[in-house]
């Protein structure tokens, strides 16, 4: 007669640690890189709404001079602290804006590095990616 053993051989727990190791090993910087690229998305988006408050206050202030984050109720830091959102340079009928990457964004993100938007809804950046890549 045969004995009934239950549970787990070692090869089999073995087996499975390095199945889930090999999956997260690979996993893993992709996750890294989606989370680079959400939050430039969201310097993007940022940039894009500040350019609109910009428009809102020449509207009605006839210039860009003397137009800061504060007075247009925006934050100086924006995605989840990965970013510094900054007015660079605001005269009467010109500006640009930048979201400057911080940490782990500034050492992860080489392509596009800084963001930058004008009044002439020109983008640039400051990596050495494509505008096309960085803006889309």
């Known amino acids: 007669m045969k004995k009934s053993i239950y549970g787990f051989h070692l090869i089999e727990i073995l087996m499975t640690i390095a199945i889930i190791g090999i999956t997260a090993s690979l996993s893993f910087p ?15 988006n940022t940039l894009s709404q500040l350019a609109l408050a910009m428009e809102q206050y020449h509207i009605e202030h006839n210039s860009y001079e003397d137009a ?28 640009l804006l930048s979201a400057i990457p911080l940490g782990k964004q500034l050492e992860k993100d080489r392509e ?16 050495h990616g494509s505008i096309a890549e960085c803006w889309s």
């Open 30 to 44: 992709l996750y890294t890189q989606y989370l680079v690229q959400a939050r430039r998305v969201e310097a993007k």
């Open 68 to 95: 800061t984050l504060v007075n247009l109720n925006f934050p100086e830091m924006i995605a989840k602290e990965n970013y510094q959102l900054s007015i660079q340079n605001a005269t009467g009928q010109d500006y």
């Open 112 to 127: 596009c590095q800084t963001l930058s938007l004008n009044a002439k809804n020109e983008k640039m950046i400051t990596g």
